[in-house]
């Protein structure tokens, strides 16, 4: 019991290393810009991250880190392993002002920790048997993909926010919202499809009846309810959980735990981002009714006007942070807590858990990483307050969207290439490329080296 404590304590460590790590993420652009001093951005941003911890409570992305690595394989030790590589690479990064991946040095450290515990007590080195390969490959995808999306996200929103008509920039605005309105749906049906799977257990089963043939008949059985089940699920946003639940009851599964489905359910529920984007939309088309059709528009109103709005993409960026990251510790806590016996799995996590990674990264927050705002705030490209509220925004839809479907993505490589999305809207010799091609390469470094260094340590633990 005291060594879950020291880990759960160098858990909380890592998130709030985390926290000062990444803080130049949600803060860089806005003290570029100078819409707030450090002392101030830094205290809005941990404020927001912990707001996340009241909109997210489906919590996928800190199940997938749970479950990066075979349960057979996850002991104590291994967790230890990997957070120990895990935070002396982010030191290390952070001491250089290397703006690198915390999520992707925690997936690297407990997967290499686990494939040293592997060869320790079995001689197995078959990486694909330890490590559940389609999620590590899912990380690795969107090292490139996030801010590629993030790049192209920021793009858009900045061509259209140039735009001098501003009746043709608030119809744009009006349709790439409701095109948002659709994503959003549809990943809440797919998050609800996914959770319905998960209370039927069938992950669990398929696994069991490798084991045990004769489970066979039961897991047939919870695929045929999941699969009756889909139809009614497109029912959610005019029933809500209870009622859904009841329907299934009624309609599929007369012997399932109305109160339990229920709340299974309701993690989907993405109700409260979607409406938040929506909001945030509708202020922004406000203020350009406002300064350029109520007021006469000069120079000085339009800077102004965008520096109000950073202040909303920022905040909005700082709750995709929060969201994002502190999961990523809540899945380490659960699997120490598995692998002690303390809980049977991921959805029994205690209440206290969410709760403690959020604060964690929101101090964290709070503490600031000057180091890294350099690079993020000016090495890359100048940022004006118009392209940081363009980049913000961008990184947090792709953050939002992201966290949707499960992903660790890094905020670090999301706001990278929403930077580099504005800078290469006025002109591809505005981004610094030679600075660009550094980050990429320790981008790319931190999954294999964080391996490799909790191995490493995970040797050097056996031998005390």
Not at 34 to 60: E, G, R, S, Y
Not at 289 to 310: D, G, H, I, S, W
Not at 364 to 389: A, D, F, Q, R
Request: hydrophobic fraction near 50%; include cysteine; aromatic fraction near 12%.
């Amino acid at each position: 019991m005291t060594f879950l404590v020291i880990i759960i304590v160098l858990a909380l460590i890592f998130d709030y290393i985390n926290g000062f790590h990444d803080a130049a993420n949600s803060i860089a652009t806005i003290v570029s810009t100078k819409v707030l001093t450090p002392f101030q951005a830094v205290i809005w941003a941990a404020f927001f991250n912990f707001v996340a911890f009241f909109i997210f409570k489906d919590h996928a992305v800190a199940n997938t880190i749970a479950k990066t690595v075979y349960k057979e394989y996850i002991t104590l030790d291994v967790i230890f392993a990997g957070l120990i590589a895990a935070i002396i690479w982010n030191l290390f990064t952070w001491w250089y002002g290397i703006p690198s991946s915390s999520s992707h040095t925690l997936i690297g450290g407990f997967a290499g920790a686990a494939i040293a515990h592997a060869y320790d007590s079995t001689g197995n080195i078959n990486i694909p048997s330890i490590v559940e390969m389609s999620k590590i490959s899912k990380t690795v995808l969107f090292i490139f993909l996030a801010p590629l999306i993030g790049m192209l996200i920021s793009m858009f929103i900045t061509l259209v926010t140039i735009m001098q008509n501003v009746w043709y920039r608030i119809s744009i605005m009006v349709l790439a919202a409701i095109g948002t309105f659709f994503l959003f749906g549809n990943l809440e049906q797919g998050k609800l499809k996914d959770n319905l799977a998960k209370y039927y257990q069938i992950d669990k089963l398929k696994k069991e009846v490798q084991i045990n043939p004769s489970l066979q008949g039961k897991l047939d059985s919870a695929i045929q309810y999941v699969e009756a089940a889909k139809p009614y699920v497109k029912q959610y946003d005019a029933l809500g959980s209870d009622k859904l639940a009841a329907l299934i009851i009624e309609k599929v599964d007369p012997t399932a735990d109305q109160k339990k489905l229920s709340k299974d359910l309701k993690k989907a529920d993405n109700s409260a981002i979607v409406w938040g984007i929506m909001f945030v939309v509708l202020l922004f088309i406000l203020a350009y009714l406002y300064v350029e059709k109520y007021k006469t528009p000069n120079a000085y109103r339009m800077a102004n006007m965008f520096k109000k709005l950073q202040l909303l993409s920022s905040a909005a960026f700082s709750i995709g942070h929060g969201g994002n990251d502190a999961q990523k510790v809540m899945g380490i806590i659960s699997a120490a807590m598995v692998a002690n016996g303390n809980i049977a799995d991921l959805k029994q996590m205690p209440d206290w858990v969410p709760l403690a990674c959020y604060a964690a990264i929101g101090f964290g927050t709070l503490s600031g990483g000057w180091k890294i705002v350099k690079t993020m705030g000016s090495k890359i490209t100048k940022v004006t307050p118009l392209e940081g509220v363009s980049a913000e925004s961008a990184g947090a839809l792709t953050l939002f969207m992201t966290e949707q479907m499960g992903i660790p993505v890094s905020t670090t490589h999301t706001i990278t290439g929403s930077i580099i999305g504005v800078g290469a809207t006025k002109r591809l010799s505005a981004v610094r490329w030679g600075v660009t091609l550094n980050l990429l390469w320790a981008w790319i470094l931190t999954i294999p080296v964080s391996a490799l260094l909790a191995g490493l340590t995970f040797y050097i633990i056996k031998l005390f």
